[in-house]
Protein backbone atom coordinates (compact mmCIF):
# COMPACT_ATOMS: atom_id res chain seq x y z
CA UNK A 1 0.00 0.00 0.00
CA UNK A 2 0.73 3.56 -0.29
CA UNK A 3 -0.73 6.68 1.01
CA UNK A 4 -0.52 9.68 -1.27
CA UNK A 5 -0.51 13.22 0.31
CA UNK A 6 -0.63 16.21 -1.78
CA UNK A 7 0.06 20.15 -1.05
CA UNK A 8 0.53 23.32 -3.06
CA UNK A 9 -2.48 23.93 -3.97
CA UNK A 10 -4.40 27.47 -3.47
CA UNK A 11 -5.98 30.43 -5.20
CA UNK A 12 -3.90 32.42 -7.95
CA UNK A 13 -3.87 35.06 -10.46
CA UNK A 14 -4.15 34.27 -14.24
CA UNK A 15 -0.45 33.96 -15.58
CA UNK A 16 0.84 33.02 -12.41
CA UNK A 17 2.62 29.91 -10.81
CA UNK A 18 2.35 27.11 -8.08
CA UNK A 19 3.98 23.81 -7.17
CA UNK A 20 2.16 21.17 -6.40
CA UNK A 21 3.55 18.27 -4.60
CA UNK A 22 2.46 14.89 -3.97
CA UNK A 23 4.69 12.83 -0.97
CA UNK A 24 4.17 9.05 -0.77
CA UNK A 25 4.11 7.02 2.85
CA UNK A 26 6.69 4.61 1.29
CA UNK A 27 9.54 4.51 -1.32
CA UNK A 28 8.47 5.97 -5.07
CA UNK A 29 11.29 4.27 -6.61
CA UNK A 30 10.13 1.10 -7.56
CA UNK A 31 6.33 2.52 -8.74
CA UNK A 32 6.11 2.21 -11.92
CA UNK A 33 4.08 5.13 -12.91
CA UNK A 34 3.10 8.21 -10.97
CA UNK A 35 1.13 11.02 -12.48
CA UNK A 36 -1.20 14.00 -12.04
CA UNK A 37 -4.80 14.28 -12.92
CA UNK A 38 -7.66 17.26 -12.43
CA UNK A 39 -11.17 17.34 -12.03
CA UNK A 40 -12.90 20.53 -12.74
CA UNK A 41 -16.60 21.19 -11.96
CA UNK A 42 -19.39 19.06 -13.77
CA UNK A 43 -16.11 17.27 -15.87
CA UNK A 44 -14.55 13.82 -16.02
CA UNK A 45 -11.13 13.48 -14.00
CA UNK A 46 -8.86 13.97 -16.76
CA UNK A 47 -4.56 13.05 -16.93
CA UNK A 48 -2.61 16.13 -16.73
CA UNK A 49 0.39 14.15 -16.68
CA UNK A 50 2.53 11.27 -15.53
CA UNK A 51 6.36 10.18 -15.01
CA UNK A 52 7.78 6.47 -15.01
CA UNK A 53 10.32 5.01 -12.79
CA UNK A 54 12.47 5.91 -15.74
CA UNK A 55 11.90 9.16 -15.48
CA UNK A 56 9.90 9.62 -18.76
CA UNK A 57 7.23 12.04 -18.90
CA UNK A 58 4.29 12.13 -20.45
CA UNK A 59 1.48 15.48 -20.65
CA UNK A 60 -1.57 16.66 -21.75
CA UNK A 61 -1.67 18.63 -24.78
CA UNK A 62 -3.07 21.45 -23.25
CA UNK A 63 -0.62 21.86 -20.52
CA UNK A 64 2.25 21.20 -22.54
CA UNK A 65 5.04 23.88 -22.65
CA UNK A 66 3.42 25.40 -19.35
CA UNK A 67 3.31 22.32 -16.81
CA UNK A 68 6.45 20.23 -15.69
CA UNK A 69 6.20 17.26 -14.00
CA UNK A 70 9.45 15.79 -11.66
CA UNK A 71 10.09 13.53 -9.21
CA UNK A 72 12.20 12.83 -6.31
CA UNK A 73 12.87 9.51 -5.06
CA UNK A 74 14.60 10.50 -2.44
CA UNK A 75 12.27 12.77 -0.84
CA UNK A 76 9.57 9.97 -1.92
CA UNK A 77 7.45 12.84 -3.81
CA UNK A 78 6.39 13.88 -7.24
CA UNK A 79 6.10 17.57 -7.80
CA UNK A 80 3.62 19.29 -11.02
CA UNK A 81 5.50 23.08 -11.71
CA UNK A 82 2.07 25.07 -13.25
CA UNK A 83 3.33 27.82 -14.88
CA UNK A 84 1.47 30.43 -17.24
CA UNK A 85 -1.68 29.22 -15.52
CA UNK A 86 -5.32 29.95 -17.04
CA UNK A 87 -8.47 30.06 -15.52
CA UNK A 88 -9.90 26.60 -17.33
CA UNK A 89 -6.56 24.78 -14.72
CA UNK A 90 -8.94 25.37 -12.56
CA UNK A 91 -9.85 22.47 -10.42
CA UNK A 92 -8.94 19.69 -8.03
CA UNK A 93 -5.50 17.80 -8.56
CA UNK A 94 -5.08 14.57 -7.76
CA UNK A 95 -1.83 12.60 -7.22
CA UNK A 96 -1.85 9.05 -8.61
CA UNK A 97 0.88 5.70 -8.31
CA UNK A 98 0.52 2.67 -10.28
CA UNK A 99 2.55 -0.20 -9.51
CA UNK A 100 3.08 -3.83 -9.50
CA UNK A 101 2.78 -5.83 -6.90
CA UNK A 102 1.31 -8.81 -4.83
CA UNK A 103 0.84 -10.77 -8.17
CA UNK A 104 -1.27 -7.12 -9.44
CA UNK A 105 -1.26 -3.82 -10.68
CA UNK A 106 -1.94 -1.21 -7.67
CA UNK A 107 -3.35 1.60 -8.25
CA UNK A 108 -3.57 4.54 -5.18
CA UNK A 109 -4.78 8.20 -5.18
CA UNK A 110 -4.67 11.25 -2.74
CA UNK A 111 -7.15 13.47 -1.72
CA UNK A 112 -6.94 15.63 -4.20
CA UNK A 113 -5.45 19.71 -3.87
CA UNK A 114 -7.69 22.71 -4.84
CA UNK A 115 -6.31 24.76 -7.57
CA UNK A 116 -7.71 27.70 -8.36
CA UNK A 117 -7.43 30.72 -10.98
CA UNK A 118 -9.05 33.97 -10.84
CA UNK A 119 -8.42 37.58 -10.93
Known amino acids: QVQLVESGGGLVQPGGSLRLSCAAS????????MGWYRQAPGKQRELVATISSGGITNCADSVKGRFTISRDNAKNTVYLQMNNLKSEDTAVYYCNAIYWGGGRWNDYWGQGTQVTVSS
Open 26 to 33: RSIFSINV
